[in-house]
C-alpha cells in the first residue's frame, strides 16, 4: 500500500530521543478537521514510529505536561476549539475549556493559540481576550477584564462600534501571581489579581512569549520584533531586522534564541549586547519548534531537523522516504 504523505504542523520533544508531532494527511481538503499524532522514540527496539489519529480535531498547540495532572508524566493535544487530548503510557482521556471556539451560542470568545504549563499549573490562552487556568478538576477564566466576547453584529451597526477583545497569542510566567501573555495589543502582566498592558514602544503583534531564569522577558512577533525587559522596568526592541517577517515562535537553546518564522529558522545570541539574528541556512522552513535538555527540534511541513552536540541532522517520516 502506498504511503500517504502528511503534511506537519507541530512538535514537542519529550526527551533527547523521544518527540511527539501534530499532523494531517494531505488526502484531507483545508477544511476538514483532524489530526494524526506521530510518537518517534529513538529507543524502540523495532518500529520506531507509532501514531494515533484524532477526527474532529484541528491541533493548534502540543504540550508535555509533567506535573500539573499528577506524578505521571502526560502528553496533551490542544485544538484551535478548546478539546484537549491527553496521553500516556497505557491511557488516554479528553476534555474541554467550556468557552473556548466557535459555538452557536453566544457568547463566542473565539479559537485557541496555546496550552503551556507553568509552575505546575497548565495554562490556556486565546482569541477574545482569553486565558485559562486549570486546577485540580476543572479549567477556570483568570482573563478578567481582558476577555471581551464576539459582538453580535446587527444591521447597520460597524464593527468599530464595538470593544473586540485581544486575541491572546501565547502565555508564559515564573508562578499564578508572576504570569506573562502577548497578543494584538502588547505585553500584559499578570501579579495574581488583574491584568495590565506593560510598557512597550511598538505597536506590532505579538506571537511568542519566554520568561528567562534570570527574571528576562522575552517577545516576539510581526515584522522581527524582538523585545525584552519586564514588568517593572519596561521593554526595550533588540531586534535588528526590518522586514515582513512574523517570529511566531522562540525557545532557548544553549547560548542562544532560536525562532521559528515565515521565512525559516533564525537565532540570536542573547549573550551579545549587539547581536543580530542570523539564519539557519540549513533549515529551509520551520513551522514549529520545541527543546528539551541537549536537543532542539525543529519541523517544515515535510521535514524533521534535530540539532544536538553532534550538529544537525535530518529525520526521515517513513511517509516521506
Known sequence: MNAILITFNKCAAIEDDYYMFASKPDDLDDLSEFTRIFYFDD???ENKWRHLDIPYFST?????????????????????????????PGGQGTEKIVDAGLKKVAPMYGYL???????????????GGQIYVRDANQWHDIAGEL?????????????????IGDDIADIDGYSAKDLYAVGRNGI???????????QVFTDEIM??????????????????????????????????????????????????????????LFLLDYTKE????????EIVECEDISVVGDTLLCIGSKSIYILDKHGWRELKHPDHT
Open 43 to 45: 529507543q524502540a527496539p
Open 60 to 88: 493548534i498547540c502540543l504540550c508535555v505536561v509533567k506535573s500539573a495532572l499528577g506524578s505521571q508524566r502526560k502528553y496533551a493535544a490542544l485544538s484551535k476549539n478548546g478539546d484537549i487530548s491527553y496521553y500516556w
Open 113 to 127: 493559540n496555546s496550552l503551556k504549563e507553568i509552575d505546575g499549573c497548565l495554562y490556556a490562552c486565546g482569541g
Open 147 to 163: 476577555r471581551s466576547p464576539a459582538p453580535i453584529i446587527k444591521p447597520n451597526h460597524a464593527i468599530n462600534q464595538f470593544n
Open 188 to 198: 500584559y502582566h499578570y501579579n495574581g489579581h488583574s491584568w495590565r498592558l506593560c
Open 207 to 264: 506571537m511568542s512569549v519566554i520568561c528567562a531564569s534570570n527574571g528576562v522577558i522575552w517577545t516576539c512577533g510581526f515584522n522581527g520584533t524582538i523585545l525584552r525587559g519586564n514588568a517593572a522596568s519596561g521593554f526595550e526592541a533588540v531586534s535588528h531586522y526590518d522586514d515582513d517577517m512574523i517570529l511566531t515562535k522562540m525557545a532557548f537553546y544553549r547560548d542562544h534564541i532560536y525562532f521559528a518564522s515565515n521565512e525559516g
Open 274 to 281: 549587539k547581536s543580530r539574528l542570523q539564519k539557519i541556512d
